[in-house]
């Protein structure tokens, strides 16, 4: 690859990843906002939106695996493997919790809902630390992996409500749900 061609590729690079970071926000304000709002957040005109994501669909979909991957890097940063499993899933939940403007954007579209009901194999590491977590005792083996993989969502759920409607802060949010993932889940 040639200087121009590399330099080319790291600007679409950065040019789609600002379009995606900008889609992140507007929609999360307003999942019904136009793609000329993207393209003003991010700095690009309309038409550049429109290259990159010719329509509203492909722009949804590739935001959607934008987020799996980010979720891979939370889970990857997690250290799933150091720790007792229940000090790992703590960190997981701190990892997650970083996400929330996104995944909150991503799990309310319904369009979306299918591409992250397959057992991914982020998800499938989880499930795994959990049955890590039941076997070191850290995690009550009277909740299923899904149970308790449940719960960390609902749990993340809450923390991004609460934080996002300012009746607490992002800090408290985070502290609340450690304190009530680790209560629920010691044996």
């Known amino acids: 690859m040639d200087v121009h061609t590399a330099a080319e590729t790291g600007t679409r690079a950065r040019t789609r990843r600002a379009i995606l970071d900008a889609a992140v926000t507007v929609l999360t304000a307003d ?3 136009p793609l000329a709002d993207v393209a003003t957040a991010a700095g690009v005109g309309r038409t550049t939106v429109h290259r990159y994501f010719p329509e509203r669909a492909e722009l949804l979909t590739a935001l959607s695996r ?8 939370a889970t990857y ?3 799933l493997g ?4 229940a000090q790992a899933l703590a960190r997981l939940c701190q990892e997650y919790f970083d996400l929330g403007a996104v995944l909150t954007l991503v799990f309310n579209d ?9 057992c991914s194999p982020t998800d499938l590491a989880v499930l795994d630390l959990i049955g890590r977590g039941h076997s070191d005792g850290t ?3 009277g909740f299923s992996p899904a149970w308790v993989r449940d719960l960390l969502w609902a749990l ?3 923390a991004w409500q609460q934080s996002t409607t300012d009746q607490v802060s992002r800090h408290d949010a985070l502290d609340a749900c450690l304190r009530a993932l680790r209560k629920l889940i010691t044996p």
């Open 82 to 85: 150091e720790n007792t499993a």
């Open 77 to 79: 940063r997690a250290r």
């Open 110 to 118: 319904p369009a979306q809902s299918e591409v992250w009901d397959e």
């Open 156 to 158: 993340l759920y809450t």
């Open 66 to 73: 934008h987020v799996q991957d980010q979720v891979v890097e």
């Open 31 to 33: 999942p019904t906002a």
């Open 139 to 141: 995690i009550d083996p």
